[in-house]
């Protein structure tokens, strides 16, 4: 805007100075404006900056707890599966054990089977002996006599069969009563040798003594599973075998089974 | 216009520059200052002013507001204000002295004070 020509230079002055104070605040009003106008933009930028960084730390914060909630449950079941390979470890254990005893239990059943078996088959070739008359039965067998009553008479006492039991109290295996009536009739060739017990002479019984093709009255008959049994020939009701077996002390027809070899004992 | 009206007229039109000078030179050496310790803050104690993870952030705002310290001293007319400031010392050497009025420095008067008559 022009100043009025008709104002004289004098009276301009204030109007002036007036429109130069109004430039001026004008001017600062300008420079404060745009100097502010970065520093509000960079704090208004920072602000938003520090609201977003802010709210992904508080995600950050809550996926670290939802992390933490994991890792426990986690471990937990880590635990749990430990517990439980334990758990199964020990089952798997038992089953073992479970499935060895069902395998004894079946080796014993098999076994049992197989005595069984043997026991019908011995069953049939029994020879029963009249007991009353046992001195009778003796008289049969001259020289032999002894030998018969003595076993007759341990039969009496129901000596036990006991895989290499050594004594009538604790029992006898078929060949260790051999031995042990060889003994107590002290037979010779069976003499026994230093620190040899009875039941590991009775093993030797069948190289010790002296081999025959026909047996007599008292010599040993060998048969297979390791019978060691006495011969009698009787000449009224057919030749018999005495010895211990599984049931005991039993007379058996001689040919209940193929003879593995005869042995002589000469006795005294 | 007498000389004692000239010199009145410069004297109160300097003036009032001086302060949207002061102004803004003030405003300049703020602006720096700020701009400077948030950037020197951001690397002595990181997370006194924002968090660590903004230390960036913090240093460039810094930096910003100490270059925006250059805004007022661009819009500042410092060299008008030295030429009006030379005007007024030369007509109160010449009010002093008692010499004869300068022809030459009525005529850049009147040269300035034309152009805030126009507007």
């Known amino acids: 805007m022009k100043v009025s ?22 001017a600062r009003i300008r420079s404060v404006s745009y100097s502010l106008l970065p520093v509000a933009l960079t704090v208004v930028l920072l602000g938003y900056t520090a609201s977003s960084v802010r ?13 933490s909630t994991y890792t426990t449950q986690i471990d937990t079941l880590t635990k749990n599966a430990a517990t439980y390979k ?12 479970y499935k060895n005893q069902v395998t004894d239990l079946q080796a014993q059943l098999a076994e049992a089977q197989k005595t069984l078996s043997e026991a019908v088959n011995l069953s049939r070739a029994v020879r029963t002996i009249d007991y009353v008359n046992a001195k009778e039965l003796a008289s049969r067998f001259p020289g032999s006599e ?23 109290q604790e029992g006898f295996d078929s060949p260790s009563f051999a031995m042990y009536i060889l003994r107590q009739k ?10 040899e017990s009875l039941s590991e002479a009775s093993r030797s019984l069948y190289d010790r003594l002296p081999p025959i093709n026909q047996p007599q009255t008292g010599d040993l008959v060998f048969y297979p599973a390791g019978y ?16 211990m077996t599984p049931f005991g002390l039993t007379a058996l027809k001689s040919d209940f089974a193929k003879p593995v070899g005869y042995r002589q004992v000469q006795w005294r | 216009m007498d000389m004692p009206a000239k010199i009145e007229f410069l004297e109160s039109a300097v003036a009032s520059q001086q302060i949207t000078l002061r102004l803004q030179t003030a405003l300049a050496a703020m602006l720096f200052a700020l701009g400077l310790t948030v950037v020197v803050l951001g690397f002595v104690h990181p ?45 109160q050497h010449q009010q002093v002295g008692g010499l004869s009025p300068d022809v030459k420095l009525d005529q850049y008067f009147h040269q300035y004070f034309a152009r805030v008559s126009e507007g």
Do not use: C
Request: charged share 25%; aromatic share 6%; net charge positive.
């Open chain 1, 5 to 26: 020509s008709s104002l004289t230079p004098g009276d301009q002055l204030p109007v002036l100075l007036e429109r130069i104070e109004r430039r001026e605040k004008s």
């Open chain 1, 55 to 67: 709210n992904a730390q508080k995600q950050v914060d809550a996926l670290k707890a939802e992390a």
């Open chain 1, 86 to 97: 334990s758990q199964a470890q020990s089952l798997h254990g038992d089953s073992e054990n």
């Open chain 1, 146 to 168: 002894s030998l018969l009553l003595d076993i007759l008479e341990l039969r009496q006492r129901r000596i036990k069969w006991k895989l290499g039991g050594q004594s009538p």
């Open chain 1, 186 to 195: 002290r037979a010779p060739g069976i003499e026994p040798r230093p620190g």
């Open chain 1, 228 to 243: 060691a049994m006495f011969y009698f020939a009787d000449p009224r009701e057919g030749s018999f075998v005495l010895g």
């Open chain 2, 47 to 91: 997370g006194l002013i924002l968090a660590e993870t903004l230390k960036t952030g913090q240093t460039l705002g810094g930096t910003l507001v100490a270059v925006s310290g250059f805004i007022p001293i661009f819009f500042s007319r410092r060299d008008k204000l030295v030429a009006l400031r030379s005007l007024l010392r030369s007509y």
